[in-house]
């Protein structure tokens, strides 16, 4: 396999991340997925563990407030890392979003960043360095601006340093 190092790295940091999220999303009737970076194999998704998992293509999404019997946990990997307006992104949300519903936002560490570019440089990693990095309380902020609550911030994968990156719901 001519990707190796990329692919190895991509199953290191997806396996335990995929673990915290499903410890929520096992517990939910389905998983989309929404706004999926165009370098997004789709590793993630296939290794959480849910009865039904769905990938939406495009920005807009759809109108689930009247879907009060299903519990859908909606899946934003990486996408607040390359969004510009994280505020708006949840305020346009908020309302389309049935009570059952929940955003399960992964989130990849700000003090990390030189670790993304090496990561780039030596071909492990192929896509766009993150341009937006939000910290626990920057987070929690937005959430509350939108109407939301954050419920659970997790530190989901170590380095060799100690550090890690946060998957957040």
């Known amino acids: 396999m001519p990707d190796r190092p990329a692919h190895w790295w991509r199953r290191y940091v997806n396996t335990p991340i995929a673990r915290e999220v499903s410890s929520l999303t096992r517990h939910f009737d389905r998983v989309i997925q929404w706004m999926a970076r165009p370098e997004d194999t789709g590793l993630l998704l296939d290794r959480i563990e849910a009865p039904a998992k769905t990938r ?7 109108d689930l407030s009247h879907e009060g019997g299903l519990r859908t946990a909606i899946l934003l990997n990486g996408v607040f890392n ?88």
Do not use: C
């Open 56 to 62: 939406l293509d495009g920005d807009t999404l759809p």
């Open 82 to 169: 390359h969004h510009f307006d994280v505020q708006a992104l949840l305020s346009d949300a908020h309302p389309r979003l049935a009570r059952t519903a929940r955003l399960v936002v992964v989130l990849y560490n700000p003090y990390f960043g030189w670790l993304y570019r090496l990561a780039n440089r030596w071909g492990i990693r192929h896509p766009a360095q993150p341009a937006t990095f939000i910290t626990r309380t920057d987070l929690a902020n937005l959430a509350r601006l939108s109407g939301f609550e954050t419920t659970r911030l997790r530190p989901a994968v170590y380095s060799p340093g100690g550090s890690s990156v946060w998957a957040r719901s």
